[in-house]
């Protein structure tokens, strides 16, 4: 069965760095967009960033462009979330979320999420 | 960009009742809207794809419909697993997606 797991949460200053991995499994993962997808506490959903199945197209939301970079290691099936700059209003947990086809489609499997908080 | 507005915010029901949430596109995403269903402290699980697909193993009263910028998700008689807060997605444009705020559906 489909499975991703987030990995490299936790509490960070205004500023600094911090990358976010997910392992996935259960499927052709070199196949299929993926995504990451944030919340904040109490919050709603919002889409983060994509990744094409080839990693030739990446799209970013507004908020994040140009402080986090999405990549993926097709070989070892993970997908990552290098996010630099951070600020408090980047306080959230991390959703990776598969992508139904290569990209631009729903998403149809999310990991449990990764608590990122940004925090003096 | 595309915005998505989901009415009500907030819909009390009972068990039983027959429930209706509109999700709105600020401009036409055909048929490229997904909703997905969110409980406390759980990832998001998609419920309808494609505006009115439903998802595999998703119960069967759940149904969507709509084109265009207007879009329902209804639920024909609520069982106590589906309450929960639902969100709708479009998935228009391979650059940007969009969620809507939100609805609770709550115990009435």
């Known amino acids: 069965q489909v499975q991703l797991a987030e990995s490299g949460g936790g509490v960070v200053q205004p500023g600094r760095s911090l990358r976010l991995s997910c392992a996935a499994s259960?499927?052709?993962?070199?196949?299929?967009?993926m995504h990451w997808v944030r919340q904040a506490p109490g919050k709603g959903l919002e889409w983060v960033a994509v990744i094409s199945f080839d990693r030739n197209r990446k799209y970013y939301a507004d908020s994040v462009k140009g402080r986090f970079t999405i990549s993926r290691d097709n070989s070892k099936n993970t997908l990552f979330l290098q996010m630099n700059s951070l600020r408090a209003e980047d306080t959230a947990v991390y959703f990776c979320?598969?992508?139904?086809?290569?990209?631009?489609?729903?998403?149809?499997?999310w990991g449990q999420g990764t608590l990122v908080t940004v925090s003096s | 960009d595309i915005q998505m507005t989901q009415s009500p915010s907030t819909l009390s029901a009972s068990v039983g009742d027959r429930v209706t949430i509109t999700c709105r596109a600020s401009q036409t995403i055909t048929n490229w809207l997904a909703w997905y269903q969110q409980k406390p402290g759980k990832a998001p699980k998609l419920v309808i794809f494609d505006a009115s697909s439903l998802e595999s193993g998703v119960p069967s009263r759940f149904s969507g419909s709509g084109s265009g910028t207007e879009f329902t998700l209804t639920i024909s008689s609520l069982q106590p697993d589906d309450f929960a807060t639902y969100y709708c997605?479009?998935?228009?444009?391979?650059?940007?997606?969009?969620f809507g705020q939100g609805t609770k559906l709550e115990i009435k």
């Open positions: 979320a598969k992508d139904a086809a290569e990209m631009a489609t729903y998403f149809d499997y």
């Open positions: 997605q479009q998935y228009h444009s391979d650059s940007m997606y969009t």
């Open positions: 259960g499927f052709t993962f070199s196949s299929y967009g």
